[in-house]
């Protein structure tokens, strides 16, 4: 595996700024969800490393959950409106106030069928709490609650975002120079 250096293209959101931001989004659903019954369900696995700071910075209780879908796109680094679960809920959400967690947002279509999803199963509520926002690449509409940061149309990973699986461990959100990543 090469190293990130090789095809970072410059570093969007430095560790820094994640972690002031997620401590203000820890502030702001503390003070929402205050007598709730909140449940963070992460979209596994870019959700993750987002989740787990994230929730040290909640204060009121909550149990953590996990999902798993999968898009069948049309392209490597696309999704479509086919999304399957891969790896289901392990708890009943019905009249509970279920907190999606997830990476990134960019057409819309995983949140959008993972709404659809949940939505059936009557929780109290359901919103979406997302790292980041390609705002103008969404294709469906898709309501969102908590936004960390909105970025342009640019490649990125570390912090939970994954190059072919790999880099998710970095602490800072990169911009990947494609045409030297794919070049090895
Ligand atoms: P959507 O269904 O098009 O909104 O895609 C959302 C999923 O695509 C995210 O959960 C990510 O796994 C992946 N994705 C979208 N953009 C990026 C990116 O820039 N870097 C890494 N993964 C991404
Ligand atoms: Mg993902």
């Known amino acids: 595996m090469r190293d990130y250096h090789e095809?970072?293209?410059k570093i969007?959101?430095?560790?820094?700024?994640?972690?002031?931001?997620?401590?203000?989004?820890?502030?702001?659903?503390?003070?929402?969800?205050?007598?709730?019954?909140?449940?963070?369900?992460?979209?596994?696995?870019?959700?993750?490393?987002f989740m787990t700071d994230l929730m040290r910075h909640i204060s009121v209780p909550h149990a953590i959950e996990f999902m798993a879908v999968s898009s069948y796109g049309s392209g490597h680094r696309e999704s479509s409106g086919d999304v399957r679960i891969t790896l289901d809920l392990k708890c009943e959400i019905r009249d509970r106030d279920i907190l999606v967690v997830e990476d990134i947002i960019d057409s819309g279509h995983t949140l959008s069928s993972v709404l659809e999803i949940l939505s059936t199963r009557k929780p109290r509520s359901l919103y979406i709490c997302t790292l980041l926002d390609k705002k103008e690449r969404r294709e469906?509409?898709?309501?969102?609650?908590?936004?960390?940061?909105?970025?342009p149309n640019e490649f990125v990973f570390g912090y939970g975002l994954d190059l072919d699986e790999y880099y998710r461990n970095l602490p800072f959100i990169g911009v990947v120079d494609l045409n030297r990543y794919k070049s090895d």
């Open 7 to 9: 095809f970072l293209e």
């Open 12 to 49: 969007l959101i430095s560790e820094g700024d994640i972690q002031a931001r997620i401590r203000e989004l820890g502030a702001q659903i503390s003070q929402d969800y205050l007598g709730r019954d909140l449940v963070l369900v992460c979209i596994l696995r870019g959700g993750v490393v």
């Open 140 to 151: 469906v509409d898709v309501p969102v609650r908590y936004t960390g940061f909105t970025i």
